[in-house]
């Protein structure tokens, strides 16, 4: 594949994720999950063929860049709304975490120019894009599975009608309320049961039961108290 035709490749890909992620979209565990690993090893695999030798500058810059890809990643899956729609899990992607993807963009400029200065010509030229890009993708995947593993949303059904990791424990299956994405504090509060140590169900339910109970036996035995004085000087 020559350079230009690759990075029209690149490009048309990133706008197509960049454009659904706007847009929304129910997310299916293999494309989330596996293709972001197929694109990293499919990518990494290409490297040293046509001709093209690895030398240890390559992999330092490599290594350099493939780190600013993950972190990156990471930061657009914390950026993202997260939430369950249809008993699914639903993605979007706000309009203000486009500065990651410019972020994105801009690095593996200044890396290109970086690794020429330095002789790195494999990791100076559009060969690692497609590695780096499933890099990416794979950091962001990293949150979402967490979301995911989390709130016990499944992933929303593949085209043969099966959900990816459908049969881990925790799974639910009814829609649960939007909530704003990992970052925050995930929709779905574990209730502590009976069962459970004391120290980790709130008192403040049972004070308030307790002094409730108690004013209601007060009120009624200043009652009988009274009716009692009446009986006995009732002439």
Known sequence: MSEVIRVLVVIAVIGYVIGRQLIGEPLRGKRVV??????????????????????????????ISGLIA??????????????????????????????????LIGARLIMTVIALAVGAKVAGSSAPIIMLLGINRIGQAAIVMRYAVATGIPFAPEKDGSSFLSGLPGRITGPQSGSPGPGSQYPLQHEPKASEPADNRSTVPDLQILARNAGERGARLAVERRARRRRRYRP
């Open 34 to 63: 596996l293709l972001p690993v197929i694109l990293a090893v499919a990518g990494a695999a290409d490297l040293g063929t046509h001709g093209r030798h690895v030398r240890p500058a390559d992999v330092a810059c490599l290594v």
């Open 70 to 103: 993950l972190t990156i990643g990471l930061l657009q899956g914390r950026k993202m709304r997260l939430e369950s729609r249809n008993g699914a899990l639903w993605g979007q992607m706000p309009v203000r975490g486009l500065w990651l993807w410019a972020v």
